[in-house]
């Protein structure tokens, strides 16, 4: 049979038997989205325009004109009874949405098929629905449970059901195949939502089971780890330790490696380790924590302020060409120096990272001398060094400013230290001789006044 547009499709619905719907979608996607204008089954006071959203089954639900026999036989055919009333998101439920005379949205109507739908047709379709999440799922269907289904659906699945039990789940675009327990996966899965995650340790799932993640083209590339190590966000990592997980060097290792370096609750999960295992930590890890309060916390219980990461840079140097001024003011609050008590100048890193970034930048100029600017106005503000950031600065490969050189010239930069031989730019030549001549000038005027003091006395 010819497949139907929506509006005959309903039609269809309403006028025939179950046979003939069994043979109809016997040949057509009983699931497919269809959209039907169904303004004939409203009174004047709602207006004359009215769509109905949803499918072939959500359709006969709610249509007055069908039995619940063309129900079973929809639900035989393979339609979906999820009713995607259990799913997190509401974008796709059934709804009938109203359109006035001028063609403006009046409101949009969602259709709660499981609570609404009375008589025989809610009695089959609550009690195929709850067969439905009750059934034993494959690996992959536990994986769309775990990522889109709401909490309760997850709860109760897992209430007769083994959360530590074996799951295999393929990523191809990243190569790697999970092999592991079902709540590790949840741990490990960057879709699957905390609460997920931690409905399954509260039935029961083990924090120490072991997770195997291993390449896809290669086997015998893979790594094993509990699934305390496995979480994915700060919050999941919270609800291990919840759990029962022990804080340790690979955990703290785990948290300051993760991806997003601010993300949602980093700063308090920070803060926990500190508090519970402040021994775990090393001065390594001091260049990689985002909570200002935590890194002076552990500078504070005698953790090498000087240390220097892997690009030989200070904490203070680091926090200030990472552009993270509130790292660097709990720093100088702390009373580390801007040389950062390695007897680096910040200015000089800051220049040389711009000119770094500028040389693979292809002509992302503003972007960078935007942030680049951000970092320099800082070093300039709180300068202990004015002369030494001045001939940092005048190394920067593009968009010298003058206001950035005399503000350094008002904190005392010599700028007699900078070689004009070194400067192209006639406008920077002439920004110098004439804070050179001006120095000169209060030296004499100094010299003259105290000429003329000697003279008075003579």
Same mark, same amino acid.
């Given at each position: 049979?010819?497949?139907?547009?929506?509006?005959?499709?309903?039609?269809?619905?309403?006028?025939?038997?179950?046979?003939?719907?069994?043979?109809?979608?016997?040949?057509?996607?009983?699931?497919?989205?269809?959209?039907?204008?169904?303004?004939?089954?409203?009174?004047?006071?709602?207006?004359?325009?009215?769509?109905?959203?949803?499918?072939?089954?959500?359709?006969?639900?709610?249509?007055?004109?069908?039995?619940?026999?063309?129900?079973?036989?929809?639900?035989?055919?393979?339609?979906?009874?999820?009713?995607?009333?259990?799913?997190?998101?509401?974008?796709?439920?059934?709804?009938?949405?109203?359109?006035?005379?001028?063609?403006?949205?009046?409101?949009?109507?969602?259709?709660?098929?499981?609570?609404?739908?009375?008589?025989?047709?809610?009695?089959?379709?609550?009690?195929?629905?709850?067969?439905?999440?009750?059934?034993?799922?494959?690996?992959?269907?536990?994986?769309?449970?775990?990522?889109?289904?709401?909490?309760?659906?997850?709860?109760?699945?897992?209430?007769?059901?083994?959360?530590?039990?074996?799951?295999?789940?393929?990523?191809?675009?990243?190569?790697?195949?999970?092999?592991?327990?079902?709540?590790?996966?949840?741990?490990?899965?960057?879709?699957?939502?905390?609460?997920?995650?931690?409905?399954?340790?509260?039935?029961?799932?083990?924090?120490?089971?072991?997770?195997?993640?291993?390449?896809?083209?290669?086997?015998?590339?893979?790594?094993?780890?509990?699934?305390?190590?496995?979480?994915?966000?700060?919050?999941?990592?919270?609800?291990?330790?919840?759990?029962?997980?022990?804080?340790?060097?690979?955990?703290?290792?785990?948290?300051?490696?993760?991806?997003?370096?601010?993300?949602?609750?980093?700063?308090?999960?920070?803060?926990?380790?500190?508090?519970?295992?402040?021994?775990?930590?090393?001065?390594?890890?001091?260049?990689?924590?985002?909570?200002?309060?935590?890194?002076?916390?552990?500078?504070?219980?005698?953790?090498?302020?000087?240390?220097?990461?892997?690009?030989?840079? *200070?904490?203070?140097?680091? !926090?200030?060409?990472? &552009?993270?001024?509130?790292? +660097?003011?709990?720093? @100088? #609050?702390?009373? %580390?120096?801007?040389?950062?008590?390695?007897?680096?100048?910040?200015?000089?890193?800051?220049?040389?990272?711009?000119?770094?970034?500028?040389?693979?930048?292809?002509?992302?100029?503003?972007?960078?001398?935007?942030?680049?600017?951000?970092?320099?106005?800082?070093?300039?503000?709180? *300068?202990?060094?004015?002369? !030494?950031?001045?001939? &940092?600065?005048?190394?920067? +490969?593009?968009?010298? @400013? #003058?206001?950035? %050189?005399?503000?350094?010239?008002?904190?005392?930069?010599?700028?007699?230290?900078?070689?004009?031989?070194?400067?192209?730019?006639?406008?920077?030549?002439?920004?110098?001789?004439?804070?050179?001549?001006?120095?000169?000038?209060?030296?004499?005027?100094?010299?003259?006044?105290?000429? *003329?003091?000697?003279?008075?006395?003579?």
């Amino acid at each position: 049979m010819q497949r139907l547009n929506d509006n005959d499709l309903a039609k269809y619905i309403d006028s025939s038997t179950p046979d003939d719907l069994l043979a109809y979608f016997a040949e057509h996607n009983v699931n497919d989205r269809i959209t039907v204008e169904v303004g004939d089954r409203f009174g004047v006071e709602e207006g004359a325009d009215a769509t109905f959203y949803g499918t072939a089954l959500s359709y006969a639900i709610w249509s007055n004109k069908t039995g619940v026999e063309h129900i079973r036989t929809l639900i035989h055919e393979g339609a979906d009874v999820s009713f995607e009333d259990n799913l997190q998101t509401t974008q796709t439920r059934s709804a009938v949405q109203f359109v006035d005379e001028e063609g403006d949205e009046r409101g949009r109507i969602e259709i709660n098929l499981l609570r609404d739908t009375e008589g025989e047709k809610g009695a089959l379709i609550n009690r195929t629905h709850q067969h439905w999440r009750q059934r034993d799922r494959t690996d992959a269907e536990v994986v769309t449970m775990l990522r889109q289904e709401r909490l309760d659906v997850i709860a109760d699945y897992f209430e007769s059901r083994d959360p530590n039990s074996q799951i295999t789940v393929e990523f191809p675009r990243d190569d790697i195949r999970y092999i592991g327990p079902v709540a590790g996966f949840a741990a490990f899965d960057s879709h699957v939502p905390n609460e997920a995650f931690k409905a399954l340790m509260e039935r029961g799932g083990e924090i120490n089971a072991v997770c195997r993640i291993e390449k896809i083209s290669d086997t015998r590339q893979y790594d094993q780890d509990a699934v305390l190590h496995q979480c994915s966000s700060p919050a999941k990592v919270q609800t291990a330790l919840d759990a029962g997980g022990m804080p340790d060097v690979r955990l703290i290792n785990d948290v300051l490696s993760l991806p997003h370096f601010n993300a949602p609750g980093r700063w308090e999960l920070e803060q926990r380790l500190v508090n519970v295992a402040s021994e775990q930590f090393q001065d390594r890890h001091l260049h990689e924590l985002s909570n200002p309060k935590v890194l002076v916390d552990l500078l504070m219980m005698g953790h090498d302020a000087s240390v220097l990461n892997a690009d030989g840079q *200070s904490l203070m140097v680091n !926090a200030v060409v990472s &552009g993270d001024f509130l790292r +660097a003011d709990a720093l @100088r #609050e702390f009373g %580390l120096p801007m040389n950062g008590g390695a007897g680096q100048h910040p200015m000089d890193h800051v220049v040389n990272k711009f000119n770094e970034d500028l040389a693979y930048s292809n002509g992302s100029v503003l972007h960078l001398e935007s942030r680049c600017n951000r970092c320099v106005d800082y070093v300039v503000e709180n *300068s202990e060094d004015p002369t !030494a950031d001045l001939v &940092g600065y005048m190394k920067m +490969a593009y968009g010298v @400013r #003058e206001s950035k %050189l005399q503000s350094l010239f008002d904190k005392g930069a010599d700028s007699s230290q900078v070689d004009l031989a070194d400067i192209k730019d006639e406008r920077l030549q002439g920004i110098f001789n004439n804070q050179q001549s001006n120095i000169l000038n209060r030296h004499i005027g100094s010299q003259d006044a105290l000429i *003329s003091r000697q003279q008075r006395r003579m």
